[in-house]
């Protein structure tokens, strides 16, 4: 959480921890350029308060007293047009832990705090430069594993979301001043009634788009989190080459001896823009072997936890127990049944166990070993996360929980509304529309005013309009220092 007086010097590392060309310390607030003064000498004599024109770089070195740190390239970004607003100055040193770090200690001894996680986005925010839901898309541009959730996210940063937002609150806004107008001055000749039958279409009008963007959140997530993918089936099926397949490089231990993966081994991987998380877990058997028992224990929680279950059948071995056992395991889950050793003659029956377990008939036919039917797989599987489109309009999603809870919540109360009208025109056998075009059966419009604030003050929330310190907090402690 920021100090009570949150206009500090603040002071961080931007750039992640390791050996690289560039290293950046960042810093914002008001003492930012005095620092710079203080600790930068530049080779050509520009006075940094001075001369020293925004966005334009100096080359000279950083010292400590006496003491060379580093050579750098210094820029000043005046305020506001900077990305906190505040006067913000980037120090470009040398990559690696030490030369970065000790330019970092150097800038905090002339005055700077230690930036906490996410409070240079948060300063962002706080001085208006950005709302809550495009701060909050700045961590999923960081986070994004394939291009199609990066393109989520800048368009969250963009303004998409905090503009469909505002669009639903202006026009609830509208409802409500007209709804107070009534209110406030019934007695008045002059002010006109409103009409039940508008306000009404409004409404609804809101829940259609509130419908509509709650209803984008499970693609959404999918493109933001990964769909946890498991590969099941009994022991030396497959699944571990069917893995190093996906990978084109061997990642799991392959043997004939059955048993050889005993935990589960997770790798993310893109395909089509989808970001999946394959876990090949441990053969399904009976074990006495105790650490094959918690092997299987463990594949088993995964069938139950994946978003997408890959079950695994030899194409060369006949059908037996344990097979419909598993296929009876994995029924209910989204799931795509494979037959695995494609190259070898087929002695497994597909009927039969359409037959015994309802799985199939519809199987992949794939070879782990020469790759033969992967590209069936990976249509399959992305078809499966976008519900059979695989392109469409990606520009705006939802991806965030905390923004689908509060559509949610806002449509919730929209609802309450309606449904007031609704049972208004009950005892009259009438629908909602035909009672809204009656202004005899319309309710109170102190409570329909009361829903439709309630809404909006949700949808506030999504921004930042309406919020408190706690979900702040929340939020900017899932960044990393120096962003």
């Known amino acids: 959480m920021l100090p009570d007086t949150p206009f500090d010097t603040i002071a961080a ?18 003492e930012s350029f005095a620092i710079i003064g203080k600790i930068f000498h530049p080779y050509k004599k520009n006075a940094v308060s001075g001369g020293f024109r925004t966005f334009t770089m100096r080359l000279g070195c950083v010292k400590q007293g006496e003491r060379t740190i580093d050579e750098a390239l210094v820029s000043l970004m005046r305020a506001p047009h900077s990305y906190t607003r505040e006067d913000v100055a980037e120090i470009n040193c040398h990559g690696g832990a030490v030369a970065v770090n000790e330019v970092l200690r150097c800038v905090l001894a002339s005055g700077a705090r230690l930036a906490e ?10 001085n208006g ?11 999923d541009i960081v986070k994004a594993r394939t291009g199609r959730s990066l393109d989520a996210a800048l368009a969250q940063l963009k303004g998409g979301l ?3 937002a505002k669009g639903i609150a202006e026009s609830l806004k509208e409802v409500l001043v007209a709804l107070e107008a009534s209110i406030d001055f019934s007695e008045e000749e002059d002010v006109p009634e409103a009409s039940p039958y508008r306000l009404v279409q409004r409404i609804s009008s809101a829940v259609r788009e509130l419908d509509a963007l709650i209803a984008s959140y499970d693609r959404g997530k999918v493109y933001r989190d990964g769909v946890l993918t498991a590969l099941v089936g009994k022991p030396n099926v497959g699944k571990s080459s069917i893995l190093n397949a996906f990978l084109k490089f061997d990642r799991a231990i392959v043997t004939p001896i059955p048993g ?4 589960v081994i997770e790798e993310q991987l893109n395909l089509g823009g989808v970001p999946f998380i394959l876990a090949d877990t441990a053969g399904i058997t009976e074990s006495e072997n105790p650490i094959e028992k918690e092997g299987v224990r463990r594949s088993l929680a995964y069938i139950d936890k994946a978003g997408l279950v890959l079950l695994v059948f030899d194409g060369s071995s006949p059908l037996d127990e344990r097979d419909i056992e598993i296929a009876l395991a994995v029924k209910g889950r989204l799931h795509i049944p494979l037959l695995n050793k494609s190259d070898l003659p087929l002695r ?10 309802g799985v199939g008939p519809d199987f992949v036919l794939i070879s782990a070993k020469d790759g033969a039917g992967l590209k069936d797989l990976e249509s399959r599987m992305t078809d499966c996360v976008v519900e059979g ?13 905390r923004h689908f809870t509060a559509l949610s919540r806002a449509r919730e109360e929209l609802a309450h509304s309606l449904d007031a009208i609704a049972e208004c025109a009950a005892p009259a056998g009438r629908d909602t529309r035909a009672a809204a075009s009656n202004p005899a059966a319309f309710p109170e419009p102190e409570l329909v005013a ?5 809404a909006l003050d949700v949808l506030g929330e999504i921004t930042g309009e309406v919020t408190n310190a706690e979900i702040l907090d929340a939020i900017f402690s899932g960044f990393c220092v120096g962003k």
């Open 117 to 126: 996680p996410g409070e240079f986005t948060k300063r962002a925010f706080i």
């Open 13 to 30: 590392v931007s750039t992640p921890p390791g050996e690289g060309g560039i290293g950046i310390v960042r810093l914002s607030g008001p």
């Open 389 to 401: 489109r695989t392109g469409g309009d990606y520009s705006l999603m939802v991806t965030n929980t």
């Open 162 to 164: 905090s503009e469909k």
């Open 260 to 263: 050889t993966t005993r935990d």
């Open 348 to 357: 497994f029956s597909k009927e039969r166990l359409f037959e015994k377990t």
């Open 129 to 139: 430069r950005i709302d809550l839901a495009q701060a909050e898309a700045v961590l």
């Open 450 to 454: 009361y829903d439709v604030r309630s």
